[in-house]
């Protein structure tokens, strides 16, 4: 039987994986779409995902065979999370410094500051914004931007603390390097 106080010190692995919108972040499919664990390779379909992404949204998603540090990188304040954002219209700067200052109430509870860069218009029409979560409530991003009258038309995490989706292509993934398991433990005093 392994020691408890060294258990956390053997080698946790994690994998990442581009998760395609339509695609749910659950073991069971919900109204016939399909998972993220279907998606995974053989070898990975019993780890933990670390933290959701929800169906309409795509982008990085971690997965790792250790529960315990699954669990500290899903703790708010732990890991920050970034997204590149596309919104229908074109908020002012004063509408982006709603959301940088936190404070907006979301179900009860007021959102941390959050950080939000301009970066112009997108391809299609609306603004592009990259967005930098240190906390992780469900649809925050989207609820932020709704309760300062902008819908999200796209959302894709593009990075999970030092680890980023980079050209991983959609529905693809890999296990981190050994490096990047010890970047993210040590973010996490794991």
Known sequence: M???ATSSL????????HKPRKVVVSRVREGGATTVFELLPEGYREWFAVGRLDKDSEGLLLFSD?????QRLMDPGRVSKSY??????FPRERDL????????????????PTEV?????????????QVVLHEGRNREIRRLFAA??????????VAVGPVELA?????????????????????VSY
């Open 84 to 89: 590149l954002v596309t919104v229908a219209g």
């Open 148 to 157: 300062i009258g902008f819908k999200v038309r796209r959302l894709i995490r």
């Open 10 to 17: 053997r080698f946790a692995r994690i994998f990442a994986l």
């Open 117 to 129: 860069t301009r970066l112009g218009k997108a391809p299609r029409g609306g603004t592009r914004v």
């Open 2 to 4: 392994a020691d408890p």
């Open 167 to 187: 050209d991983l292509p959609e529905a693809e993934g890999r296990e981190l390097t050994p490096e990047e398991v010890a970047a993210l433990r040590t973010l």
């Open 66 to 70: 250790d529960p315990r540090l699954a």
């Open 97 to 112: 410094e709603t959301v940088r200052r936190g404070g907006v109430a979301i179900h009860g509870r007021t959102t941390l």
